[in-house]
């Protein structure tokens, strides 16, 4: 497996202050379909266009509880994505089902030795419980849990790891963000010169190693290996 320029060590002038990692697909995977695919797939509109109504809906920056799906609220829901009230399910929108992946609570347990460590989410309002859930799983190791409804911005906006950094006190640079996604995890946090470790099994991945920022990413498979390379305290 390639990496950056070294399979042990990660070159960086700056330690890192923050570390964050995204949830789906590193940190934990769906294990069923959420609320917003059944609504997806009851909607006659195209998914990215019920995303979006979800977000416009609900309000972007408010990620309001599942108490707060008030009934005017589904209406109105509903009304947008063209399907029945009956059909949403108000009263009985199912936890998302998920799982830990293997080695999550050793990478994160591993990287609060060093410094405070969030999780940063694309979600949305459905997610709310399977967040709590998720936070309470790395207790007490993760701070908190940063969902892109809460911040009003998704990524790869890099926007969003400058509002996470910005919570924290330190610039988008003293970020470290473990991901699973070239597209939405690691590049935007090596062009805002952060530093990332990109979880991967894709030997096709030569090309990152002549990405701008390339001596502050680290590649590794597993989050077995990320707790190793915490442990290490690679960015020394």
């Not at 609504?39 to 309000?59: C, E, F, K, N, Y």
């Not at 610039?171 to 990109?198: F, K, M, N």
């Not at 701008?212 to 590649?219: A, C, N, V, W």
């Amino acid at each position: 497996m390639a990496t950056s320029r070294t399979s042990e060590t990660l070159l960086t002038s700056r330690s890192p202050q923050v570390m964050s990692f995204d949830v789906t697909g590193t940190l934990a995977e769906i294990t069923g379909p959420s609320h917003t695919q059944r609504l997806v797939a009851l909607s006659p509109l195209p998914a990215q266009d019920v995303r979006r109504i979800l977000h416009d809906v609900t309000g972007l920056k408010t990620l309001p509880s599942r108490d707060a799906l008030t009934p005017a609220l589904v209406r109105r829901t509903c009304a947008a994505l063209q399907i029945d009230v009956a059909d949403f399910g108000f009263g009985s929108v199912p936890l998302v089902p998920y799982r830990l992946l293997p080695g999550a609570r050793n990478a994160v347990t591993a990287a609060a030795h060093h410094g405070q460590v969030v999780a940063i989410t694309n979600t949305s309002v459905f997610a709310d419980d399977c967040l709590e859930a998720l936070r309470d799983e790395f207790t007490p190791h993760l701070t908190d849990i940063h969902p892109s409804l809460r911040l009003g911005v998704a990524k790869p906006d890099p926007r969003i790891f400058h509002a996470v950094a910005s919570r924290y006190g330190v610039d988008a640079q003293d970020l470290v963000h473990v991901g699973d996604r070239w597209d939405e995890d690691i590049a935007p946090v090596l062009a805002l010169g952060g530093h990332a470790v990109w979880i991967t099994t894709d030997d096709h991945v030569a090309s990152a190693c002549g990405h701008p920022g390339s001596d502050r990413l680290l590649i590794v498979r597993t989050l077995e290996d990320v707790a190793a390379a915490m442990t290490r305290r690679w960015w020394a």
